[in-house]
Every structure is written in structure tokens, then in C-alpha cells.
């Protein structure tokens, strides 16, 4: 008897391990909406506000996706968050909320 012959009963038993694996992992990752970072939006809004303000002369250098990035990039370093998935899912939400503000940029 070969050893493919010999073990083909553990390939069912696998492919259902492999199933219920996976229907947990998905069970887990609905729970899981914690996020490692905390937005202050009023916080935020008055930075974007002084940005604004430091550049009034040059508006043409006022970047909300660069602001976005900045803001997130300097969250997780003075909080010591070394997780890439939590920056890119902060400046994500940064950037949404400053597009919606009614500020005159120019």
C-alpha cells in the first residue's frame, strides 16, 4: 500500500478543519473593529485651520492628502504604534473627514 493510499481518510478530515478554520478566522475579523488610534476631530480640524493659516500666501502647497498622511505618520511615532495597516486606515479616515469641512482653502 502506497502512502497516498494509506492517509487518503485525513484529506476529508483536513479540507473540514481547513473550513471551520476559516469560518472562524471570519467570525473573529467581524468582532474586530478595534482601531489603535483615536481620532480628536476638533483637534484635527484646528491643525488643517493653522495649516491653512501658515500657508494663506502659497494655498497652491495646502495638500489634504499630504496633511492626512502627516498627521497619521506623527500619531503613530509619538505613540509608539508600529503597525502600517493602523496608518494607512488613519489617514484614510483623516483625509474622508477633512474633505467634507466647508474651509476655504484659497
Not at 9 to 21: A, G, V, Y
Not at 31 to 53: D, G, H, Q, V
Not at 63 to 68: G, P, T, V, W, Y
Not at 84 to 106: D, F, H, N, P, Q
Request: proline residues 1%; contains cysteine; charged residues 30%.
Amino acid at each position: 500500500m502506497s502512502t497516498r493510499e494509506e492517509f487518503s481518510f485525513l484529506k476529508d478530515s483536513w479540507k473540514q478543519l481547513q473550513k471551520i478554520n476559516n469560518r472562524v478566522s471570519q467570525l473573529i475579523d467581524g468582532f474586530n473593529t478595534n482601531k489603535r488610534y483615536a481620532i480628536n476631530y476638533s483637534n484635527l480640524k484646528k491643525r488643517f485651520i493653522e495649516e491653512i493659516e501658515n500657508y494663506k500666501n502659497n494655498p497652491e502647497l495646502i495638500d489634504i492628502e499630504e496633511f492626512s498622511m502627516n498627521y497619521s505618520f506623527g500619531y503613530h511615532c509619538y505613540n509608539n504604534i508600529h503597525d502600517i495597516y493602523s496608518k494607512e486606515a488613519m489617514y484614510i479616515e483623516v483625509k474622508s473627514y477633512l474633505r467634507t469641512l466647508k474651509i476655504r482653502t484659497a
